[in-house]
């Protein structure tokens, strides 16, 4: 549970370090209305067929946010792409954005981006597993590059003071990094 609770303050940091970038809590309200619904029954829906969804998508949010942001570039496909790199290939989840954002485009066509739908999913995850919930600004846009060269995570082969190094830069401290890097 711990994990949890540290897991969910990185959301909320993610969440921070998107804000003013033109996103705003319920940027879909009026142009899909039932983008945050759909996201969240999808998720539980996935969630009640196999709870280990859950730390994968925050897992897969983490991947996402400390390469190139928190764009969606780790859910582009492609021989030579974030999701083809070592570290990436234990990242699981891809399923249930695919199946969010398919139900999304049959009632919002073009409207809602994957990295909210991502953002969103992470967080309704993280509730599932009794984590605490918060509002997660929307509107972010979704990245048109994605290379498995740019996937400099943290490597289990970096010395200590080199892992608390690059989380220091996103405003996370050891215990953060425990949390997210002991899966």
Known sequence: MEKFLVKSLFLAMVTVLVEGHGTRVGFYSSSCPRAESIVSSTVQSHYRSNPLIA????????????????????????????????????????????????????????????????????RDAVVLTGGVSWLVPTGRRDGTVSLASNVKLVSPKESIDAQKQKFAAFGLNTQDLVALLGN
């Open 55 to 122: 730390p994968g998508l925050l897992h897969m949010l983490f991947h996402d946010c400390f390469v190139e942001g928190c764009d969606a570039s780790v859910l582009i496909e492609g021989s030579n792409a974030e999701r083809t790199a070592i570290p990436s290939l234990t990242l699981r989840g891809f399923e249930v954005i695919d199946d969010a954002k398919k139900q999304i485009e049959a009632v919002c066509p073009g409207i809602v981006s994957c990295a909210d739908i991502l953002a969103l999913a992470a």
